[in-house]
């Protein structure tokens, strides 16, 4: 009788052993496949971010031909058909909707809108003076990037950008950099035009000549 109580005994911890592998071996199996779905997911959220700044190019672009000097110097049919085509390709364009959402805390989130609100006080001064705003915008950019600037950082924007979510610091240096390419290509045109007029004024001179 003793020695059948113990063969019960034995056959209990193995049974328990046994289930206690079998569970383990179940807990890491879910684990390992957390962890691939975790680098799909991060995969996943990746590429809808590529697809929301292909969004932002494709937009930038076509703005940037219907703003081109280009533009100015063909007949205004062709203009006007030109329009039409570029009108209808934004409008595609903006038909996608591609949104990927940051999650942020408190002190996060009041970083962005005080990084976005130092953006838009600039943005919103570009008309009165175009230089003055490329040198502040190239300080802001300064104090996002990695490398050495060329230029002057502003201290009081880095602080507060590096209080925002990785996710939205890429997005507040991709903003500047937009920005400043936007602005570069309005002083090329600004140049290219007092150019032009130059030269009118000195065809007109030496006619009277």
Not at 72 to 90: D, K, V, W
Not at 133 to 157: E, H, N, W
């Amino acid at each position: 009788q003793q020695q059948q109580q113990q063969q019960q005994s034995g056959g209990q911890l193995r049974g328990r052993f046994y289930r206690s592998t079998s569970m383990a071996d179940r807990s890491s199996r879910l684990l390992e496949n957390l962890d691939q779905l975790e680098l799909r997911v991060e995969a996943f959220r990746d590429a809808a971010s590529a697809m929301e700044q292909e969004k932002e190019i494709l937009l930038e672009m076509i703005h940037n031909i219907q703003n081109s000097q280009d533009m100015r110097h063909i007949s205004e049919g062709e203009r006007e058909e030109l329009n039409l085509t570029a009108n209808r390709l934004m409008g595609r364009t903006l038909t996608v909707e591609v949104s990927v959402e940051t999650i942020r805390n408190a002190q996060q989130q009041e970083s962005l809108q005080h990084a976005t609100k130092m953006i838009d006080e600039i943005v919103n001064k570009l008309l009165d003076d175009l230089e003055d705003a490329k040198i502040r915008l190239m300080s802001l950019y300064g104090a996002c990037t990695s490398d050495v600037p060329a230029g002057p950082i502003d201290q009081k924007f880095q602080s507060v950008v590096i209080g925002c979510a990785i996710e939205d610091q890429k997005k507040i240096k991709r903003r500047l950099e937009t920005l400043l390419r936007n602005l570069e290509n309005s002083e090329k045109s600004i140049t290219l035009l007092e150019h032009q007029k130059s030269s009118v004024r000195q065809s007109c001179n030496s006619k009277q000549d």
